[in-house]
C-alpha cells in the first residue's frame, strides 16, 4: 500500500513542534541525488547553497561552489553576472548561444526572474539577482524528476505582480477582544506572544522558506488595528522588528508595519497629527530614518485610517491623499512605499438610512482622490465592496484609479469562509477575481491592475495571512493550500487553480513507499477543487453576504446583522429578499462601475445569478437565468451543499491509514465540525426563508 505522509520539520530540526507542511525533505530527491554547481555569490545565493548541501547531503548527490571545478554537474544554478560559468552546456546558455534558449536566453530576468533550460544533459537556471536564483532552485524542487528531462522547455519566469505580500493581523499584546491574532483561526502569533516577540528564529525561518517557495516577497508583521503596543514597533520595539527582518530576509522577504496614523501624538507626544504640520513631518522623517537605520531593506507602512474607530486625516479636515503623502514624503528617500487601505466606511451607520450604501464608501472616497497620490503610496483595496465575502462582485475601485498604484487585497484567513474549520480551498476564487475583466472583454485584468504601468509597477496583490502557531501552521490542514495559492497567484495570476492544487499535493504529501499516489491526490481534488462553492451554497444565497453570527462571524444568524448600524443588510420581507443598489431605484452603486458592468449589473435580468441578491431586492419567486425561482435555488442549493460536505467526509475516512494519522485526524475532526455547522446553516437559511415567503420546497423535503 502507498502511504503518503506529510513530513515532519522535525526530521531536520530536532524536536520541532510543528509539520513540514510542503517542502518535506524528500520533495529534495530528485535535485539532492545529483551533482549540482552553484555559480555566484551572495546572502540568497547561500540559502541556496545551503538548501543544495542538505538535499544532497541526504540524498548522495554533490554540490560544487567553488574551485576545483572539475564538475560532472546535472544542474547549474548560476548568476550571470558571476561570469563565465565553469561548465560548457551552462555557459553556452548563459551566451544565448544554446538554439534552445533562442528567443528566451537574452532577455530582462530582473530582480526576481530566471530562466530555466536544459542543454546536452544539463538543467540550467540562471539568473541576474539572487532571489532569482531562490526561485529557480524552488522551480526545479516543484518540477521533481521532470527537471530533469531532456525534453524541458527552456522558458523565462518573471513573477507578473513584483509585491506578494502577507498581512498579519498579529497583536502583540493579547487583545481584550480580537486576541493574539485578530480573526486567526490557527493558534498564537509566529512573531508575538504575550505582550512580547518570540525570539523563535527556527520556526520564522520555516515560515520564510514556505512563502519563498510559493513565491511571497513581503509581509507586514503586525495588525493592521494598531493598539498601544504594537504602535512602539515603530520607536522602541523597533529592534523586534529588525530580528524578523533579519531572519526573513535570506528568503527574500522584505517586512512591513502597519503604523498608527496617529502615532506623532501618542509616541511623538506632538499636540497633533495633521498631515500638513510641519511639527507631524518632521516627526514622521526622524522615526522613518531610524527604521532605515536599523532595517536597511525595510519594505514600508501599511495604514489603515478613519476606518472603523482609528485614527486618521479626517479629524483635521484632511483626506487620504493628504494623509498618505505624508508618510510617502518619510519614506521616499530610503525607497519605501505606504500601503494606504482603502477599506473606509460608515461603521456607525443607522439601519433605518436607506440611502447610506457601505459597498459605495470606498470609490465614494478615494476615486476623486485619483491623481492627487504620491509615487510611492499604493492604495491597498479589498477584493470587494464590502468585505471578504465568499462572494461580492469585484470592488469598484479597481477600474476607477487609473492614475494610482493599487493593490488587491484577499484574505486566505477564512473570517467569512468557515474559519478553518470548513474546508474551503480559495484559488478558484481568487483567480475568478484576478481574472475579471471591469471594462468588459476588450479591457484588462484586475490582475493587470495590479501589475501596473510598465515603469512604475503596481501595488500587487496582498492576503490576510492564515498562519498561526498551530501544528499545521493553519489549524486545518488543508488550509495551507490557501497560503500556496496565494503566492503562487501573485507570481502568477493565469495559473489554474486546480494545477496549483497538484503542485500543493506534490510539494506537500509525499510517497514514503514506492506506490500509488493517485488516492490521495484524486481524494484531495474531489474534496477542494469544488469547495469554495460548496461553502457558498450552503450560507448566505445569491451574493447577499453576511447573515453570519455578529462578531466572530463564525455560524448562521440571518438577522444577526439586520439592525446593527454594520450596513450589511438583506432586507428579506414576506414578499423578497436583496439590495436594491440600482440607479433606477436603490443607491446607485451600479453606477460605480464602467460599462458593461454599470448596465449587466442594473438589468435584473443581465445580472447573474450568483450576485443577484446583491444588487437587487426580488420576489421570492423571480426566476433566475437557471430557471429556478429565487426559494427553489434557496432550499436546493442549501440541501446540496449539506450532502457535498457529508461526501468529503466519507472520501477524507477512506484515506485513514493512508496519510499521516495526525493529519488525518486532525482533518477528520474539522470535517466533523464543517457538517454540523453546514447542516445548522441549511436548516435556518431554509426555515427562514420558508418562514417568511410561505412558499414550500417543490421537492417536499424537510424545513422546520
Ligand atoms: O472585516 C473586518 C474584520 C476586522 C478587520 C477589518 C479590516 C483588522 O472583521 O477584524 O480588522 O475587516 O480589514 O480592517
Not at 491597498?380 to 465592496?385: D, E, N
Not at 425561482?629 to 484515506?655: K, N, P, S
Request: negative net charge; charged residues 25%.
Amino acid at each position: 500500500m502507498s502511504v503518503p505522509v506529510t513530513g515532519r520539520a522535525a526530521a531536520d530540526a530536532g524536536e520541532s513542534a510543528w509539520h513540514a507542511a510542503w517542502l518535506p525533505p524528500a520533495v529534495f530527491r530528485a535535485l539532492g541525488s545529483r551533482g549540482v554547481l552553484v555559480h555566484g555569490d551572495g546572502p540568497l545565493v547561500d540559502t541556496v547553497i545551503d538548501e543544495v548541501s542538505r538535499a544532497c547531503a541526504r540524498y548522495g548527490g554533490r554540490l560544487w561552489h567553488g574551485p576545483p571545478w572539475q564538475v560532472d554537474a546535472d544542474l547549474v544554478l548560476a548568476l550571470r553576472e558571476a561570469g563565465p560559468v565553469p561548465n560548457a552546456a551552462a555557459e553556452a546558455v548563459r551566451l544565448g548561444a544554446t538554439p534552445a534558449v533562442n528567443g528566451t536566453g537574452d532577455g530582462s530576468l530582473g530582480d526576481e526572474g530566471y530562466l530555466l533550460a536544459r542543454a546536452d544533459g544539463v538543467t540550467v537556471v540562471l539568473a541576474d539577482a539572487p532571489a532569482g536564483l531562490l526561485y529557480g532552485m524552488f522551480h526545479v524542487v516543484r518540477l521533481g524528476p521532470a527537471a530533469f528531462d531532456d525534453d524541458l522547455p527552456a522558458r523565462r519566469h518573471r513573477p507578473a505582480l513584483d509585491r506578494r505580500m502577507l498581512d498579519h493581523w498579529d497583536n502583540v499584546a493579547v487583545h481584550p477582544v480580537s486576541g493574539q491574532v485578530e480573526r486567526g483561526y490557527a493558534g498564537g502569533s509566529l512573531f508575538w506572544r504575550d505582550g512580547a516577540a518570540r525570539h523563535e528564529p527556527a520556526r520564522l525561518r520555516d515560515y520564510g522558506r514556505l512563502l519563498a517557495a510559493c513565491g511571497v516577497n513581503a509581509i507586514c508583521v503586525n495588525n493592521v488595528n494598531v493598539h498601544d503596543t504594537e504602535a512602539r514597533l515603530l520607536t522602541d520595539r523597533l529592534g523586534d522588528v529588525a530580528e524578523i527582518a533579519e531572519v526573513l530576509r535570506p528568503y527574500g522577504i522584505r517586512v512591513h508595519l502597519s503604523v498608527t496614523f496617529a502615532a506623532p501624538v501618542v509616541l511623538g507626544g506632538l499636540p497633533t497629527a495633521d498631515p500638513l504640520d510641519e511639527r507631524v513631518r518632521a516627526w514622521w522623517a526622524a522615526a522613518t530614518r531610524r527604521v532605515y537605520q536599523r532595517i536597511p531593506d525595510f519594505g514600508g507602512y501599511l495604514v489603515k485610517a478613519d476606518s472603523e474607530g482609528r485614527p486618521g486625516p479626517f479629524a483635521y479636515g484632511r483626506d487620504h491623499a493628504d494623509g498618505a503623502n505624508l508618510l510617502a514624503g518619510a519614506l521616499a528617500p530610503h525607497g519605501g512605499v505606504v500601503r494606504w487601505r482603502a477599506f473606509v466606511y460608515d461603521h456607525r451607520q443607522d439601519w433605518r438610512d436607506r440611502s447610506t450604501d457601505r459597498a459605495r464608501a470606498a470609490h465614494d472616497h478615494f476615486a476623486p482622490l485619483d491623481g492627487r497620490f504620491a509615487d510611492n503610496v499604493i492604495v491597498q483595496v479589498k477584493f470587494g465592496p464590502i468585505d471578504f465575502q465568499a462572494r461580492e462582485p469585484v470592488s469598484p475601485v479597481l477600474a476607477a484609479m487609473p492614475a494610482t498604484r493599487l493593490a488587491v487585497e484577499v484574505q486566505a484567513t477564512q473570517e467569512y469562509t468557515g474559519q478553518q474549520r470548513h474546508v474551503c480551498y480559495l484559488g478558484p476564487w481568487w483567480s475568478e477575481v484576478l481574472g475579471f475583466r471591469p471594462r468588459g472583454a476588450a479591457g484588462g485584468t484586475i490582475a493587470d491592475v495590479a501589475a501596473g504601468r510598465a515603469g512604475t509597477g503596481g501595488g500587487g496583490l496582498a492576503a490576510v495571512a492564515n498562519v498561526g502557531d498551530d501544528p499545521f501552521w493553519t489549524g486545518h490542514p488543508l488550509a495551507q493550500a490557501n497560503l500556496y495559492a496565494f503566492g503562487r497567484l501573485a507570481w502568477d495570476p493565469r495559473l489554474d487553480p486546480a494545477a496549483i492544487l497538484d503542485e500543493w499535493i506534490d510539494l506537500t504529501w509525499v510517497p514514503v513507499t514506492a506506490g500509488d499516489p493517485d488516492p490521495v491526490r484524486r481524494t484531495m481534488h474531489a474534496i477542494m477543487d469544488d469547495s469554495w462553492r460548496t461553502y457558498e451554497r450552503y450560507t448566505a444565497p445569491l451574493g447577499v453576504g453576511f447573515m453570519v453570527r455578529p462578531g466572530h462571524h463564525y455560524g448562521p444568524d440571518v438577522d444577526g446583522y439586520e439592525y446593527t448600524p454594520w450596513g450589511t443588510y438583506h432586507f428579506a420581507d414576506r414578499d423578497g429578499v436583496g439590495v436594491d443598489r440600482t440607479r433606477a431605484t436603490g443607491t446607485g452603486f451600479t453606477g460605480q462601475y464602467p460599462p458593461p458592468w454599470s448596465e449587466v449589473y442594473e438589468s435584473r435580468e443581465r445580472c447573474p445569478d450568483e450576485l443577484l441578491l446583491f444588487f437587487h431586492h426580488v420576489p421570492y419567486r423571480h426566476v433566475l437565468q437557471d430557471g429556478r425561482t429565487v426559494i427553489q435555488h434557496i432550499y436546493d442549493t442549501h440541501f446540496a451543499g449539506v450532502e457535498e460536505v457529508a461526501a468529503m467526509r466519507e472520501r477524507w475516512r477512506l484515506l485513514a491509514g493512508a496519510v499521516d494519522p495526525a493529519v488525518h485526524d486532525r482533518v477528520a475532526e474539522r470535517l466533523d465540525e464543517q457538517f454540523r455547522s453546514a447542516v445548522e446553516w441549511r436548516d435556518q437559511i431554509n426555515t427562514y426563508f420558508f418562514r417568511k415567503s410561505g412558499v414550500p420546497d417543490a421537492h417536499g423535503r424537510r424545513i422546520y
